[in-house]
């Protein structure tokens, strides 16, 4: 996004988590439905969303669209909460249906925030996705749009029902149903990424050679946390090729200290 949509994405969060402090599990559950409800309808209108946010149409015409398309179709809260957002500014009419999937998102995490399941659909989803990075054809399938959406639907159901929080498994169905093009391995991360910044941490992807243990992982944890001044979330990915040591990667910071890399790079120092 763009410095204007990031903006308006910025503000809108902030609304939404006003708004979801002060309604009830279920409000904020029905609540995200209806975020994801609306974002499917704009995925496929090309034209409300192009209207949804033309900046030569005032702020109360593109209200009073809003308002017809929506109006007694969603609760007052989606509707006050999509409005809000048609009287943005956006630099790009796609950034207004990511905008309203992020608060779907955002909102169904509260959920999880709220029922304190929020540290496991954070390990769920980034578990799914490295399943889906070792599973192509699995990948694949799950967001094939020349399939019909509940027949994709239906295989993750198979997947993770009863394996996993209700949450998680909401999310994923959210992101098999509306894939937009997007492989759904890079969805899971981004929706872990998602649960981290809820619990206000930093999301440390870290690829081992063999597993960590517990104490490992809290003291990786804790120096991790006082490099970034915040609290960060330990991911630990295997990897046998690695041979030995750690590659951690924490946005779009990386520190390699694996054993390949540094016979890599004792090599090219004597080849010099």
């Known amino acids: ?3 204007a949509s990031r903006e308006a994405l910025a503000g809108a969060r902030q609304r939404l988590d006003e708004r979801v402090a002060d309604t009830s599990v279920n ?10 409800d609306i974002t499917g309808v704009l995925v496929r209108e090309r034209t409300l969303r192009r209207l949804l946010t033309d900046p030569a149409t005032t702020e109360a015409d593109r209200t009073r669209l809003a308002d017809a398309v929506f109006g007694g179709k969603v609760s007052d809260g989606a509707l006050q909460t999509l409005n809000g957002l048609v009287t943005a500014r956006w630099s790009h009419p796609a950034d207004l249906v990511d905008a309203i999937e992020t608060l779907a998102r955002r909102a169904q995490l509260a959920v999880a925030e709220q029922d304190g ?9 980034f578990r799914f996705a490295r399943v889906l990075d070792s599973e192509m ?10 399939q019909p959406a509940a027949s994709r639907v239906e295989l993750l159901d198979g997947l993770v029902s009863g394996k996993v929080k209700p949450v998680t498994h909401e999310l994923l169905r959210q992101a098999v149903r509306m894939p937009r093009g997007r492989s759904l391995d890079v969805v899971a991360n981004e929706l872990a ?9 930093s999301v440390a992807r870290v690829t081992a050679a063999a597993p960590l243990t517990a104490a490992q992982e809290k003291r990786l944890a804790g120096a991790l946390a006082r490099i970034y001044g915040r609290a960060v979330s330990v991911q630990v990915e295997l990897d ?5 040591g750690l590659v ?5 910071e990386v520190i390699d200290g694996s ?4 016979l890599a790079q004792a090599r090219q120092e004597l080849s010099g």
């Open 259 to 262: 054993i390949a890399t540094r």
């Open 248 to 252: 951690i990667r924490v946005g779009d």
């Open 27 to 36: 409000g904020v559950r029905e609540l995200s439905g209806e975020l994801f």
């Open 1 to 3: 996004m763009q410095a």
């Open 137 to 146: 054809r699995l990948r694949e399938l799950l967001v094939d749009e020349a």
């Open 193 to 201: 990424e998602l649960a981290a910044d809820r619990r206000e941490r």
């Open 117 to 125: 399941s929020l540290e496991d659909v954070e390990d769920e989803l």
């Open 240 to 244: 046998p090729e690695q041979l030995g």
